[in-house]
């Protein structure tokens, strides 16, 4: 079974730039995550996907990031425009469905660093 | 405000000791708590959870242990191998489904 993909793998760009992650998920998993990493902390989720609707986007700074999952599949971060804060590592998630009292075990991709100059 | 913590940003242990990672946790409504293994350049790996309901879960060299009443969990290596050598997150989850992670610590396995 193939995992979470995710591309690319690496990305610099300035400040003010706009640039836009990809995520596709395992296959037939109902919920899609994306978080951000920053060095020395634990992924923070940024927003929740089940299915093709958001399930929660508290955290997402709206200002400056969009996410969309348009099929209920692939999704896609935007940040339009970058600030230095944003140098993070992106990962996406995925599970197979929400499942209340459940471990919502989630598989993660390999992520996208990103470097903001 | 952290919610899952994990104090110790490193820990050193021989090959074949125990490794004793622990996890404190501020919030009574996780209702279980997971562990992930991240090597450099990959993802997070799910490695081991528990249900709050229970206080031991052990799976092959990997067990965890719940204390409700501390708010701590820990996981215990036994024996330790430099295959091991990685960052461990603790996580947790309440009803919302998400999952809120400590900051890591990272277990260096020295043959």
């Known amino acids: 079974e193939a995992g979470v993909a995710q591309s690319p793998r690496y990305k610099i760009i300035e400040k003010r730039q706009s640039v836009a992650f990809w995520c596709n998920p395992i296959s037939g998993h109902a919920t899609l995550y994306w978080y951000q990493q920053i060095l020395g902390q634990g992924p923070k989720l940024l927003i929740q996907f089940q299915n093709n609707g958001v399930v929660d986007d508290s955290q997402l700074p709206k200002d400056r990031f969009s996410a969309e999952r348009l099929k209920g599949v692939d999704s896609t971060l935007k940040i339009q425009p970058a600030k230095l804060e944003d140098s993070a590592v992106y990962l996406c998630?995925?599970?197979?469905?929400?499942?209340?009292?459940?471990?919502?075990?989630?598989?993660f991709g390999p992520g996208t660093r990103l470097t903001v100059l | 405000d952290q919610q899952v913590k994990q104090n110790s940003p490193s820990l050193s242990v021989q090959e074949g000791r125990i490794s004793i990672l622990n996890c404190d946790y501020t919030n009574s409504m996780f209702d279980y708590f997971l562990w992930y293994k991240k090597y450099p350049a990959e993802g997070p790996t799910f490695l081991i959870s528990i249900s709050s309901i229970k206080d031991k879960n052990e799976d092959g060299r990997f067990t965890v242990f719940l204390n409700k009443s501390a708010k701590h969990l820990s996981l215990h290596i036994v024996p330790s191998q430099p295959g091991d050598s990685a960052v461990y997150f603790c996580?947790?989850?309440?009803?919302?489904?998400?999952?809120?992670f400590g900051k890591g610590t990272k277990l260096s396995v020295i043959p």
């Open positions: 998630a995925s599970s197979p469905r929400l499942e209340a009292g459940g471990s919502n075990e989630q598989f």
């Open positions: 996580a947790a989850v309440a009803g919302s489904y998400q999952l809120t």
